[in-house]
């Protein structure tokens, strides 16, 4: 037990000193999940920026832009087998058109499709309607989004060091520096 007191002594100044390095209106977990790997903080940012962002800054209105752009992704995939087994395209799938696609499927992407069928018709009348396809779709992209991803990504708002509105390469560089140079 002894042993560990100096260590502790050392470590938690440190960690106090890289905390103070970030922006304070940072949620904890997601200024702890920064320092614990900033190199691939700066990475996603730059991405975010190159991705989604203008002449090298980005907006916090471009940030959510990004984030909806995943969740539409997410509830385009969850769609698409049904998309692929609406015969008659009304929006809505009957349990014969289901079963038709099901038929030209391999086993097992028969069995997910019949399983998600079920999962998605929450009335079990045996039809998917357009307003059970959307909660299905808006259920299966909050599966599939991180809320900690989501919160890296809307921390690059939060490094606007000159608080015009935009986060900059420059700026997000400038703040990160020092925090990959001590690990
Ligand atoms: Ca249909
Ligand atoms: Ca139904």
Do not use: C, K, W
Not at 133 to 142: Q, S
């Amino acid at each position: 037990m002894r042993a560990l007191f100096p260590f502790l002594l050392l470590a938690t100044p440190v960690a106090a000193q890289e905390a103070a390095l970030l922006p304070a209106s940072l949620p904890p977990d997601v200024a702890e999940a920064i320092l614990a790997r900033p190199d691939r903080f700066a990475d996603m940012a730059a991405d975010l920026i190159h991705g989604h962002g203008t002449g090298g800054t980005i907006t916090p209105a471009a940030i959510e832009t990004a984030i909806a752009l995943d969740h539409a992704f997410y509830r385009t995939r969850a769609l698409r087998p049904f998309h692929e087994s609406d015969l008659d395209a009304d929006g809505s799938l009957t349990t014969p058109e289901v079963v038709a696609r099901a038929a030209t499927l391999s086993p097992p992407a028969r069995a997910r499709l019949m399983r998600d069928h079920a999962a998605a018709d929450a009335d079990a009348d045996g039809t998917l309607s357009p307003p059970e396809l959307r909660a299905y779709a808006e259920a299966a992209a909050a599966r599939a989004s991180r809320p900690l991803d989501e919160g890296l990504m809307r921390a690059t708002a939060a490094f606007d060091a000159d608080a015009d509105g935009q986060t900059g390469l420059a700026e997000l560089t400038r703040a990160l520096q020092p925090l990959s140079a001590t690990n």
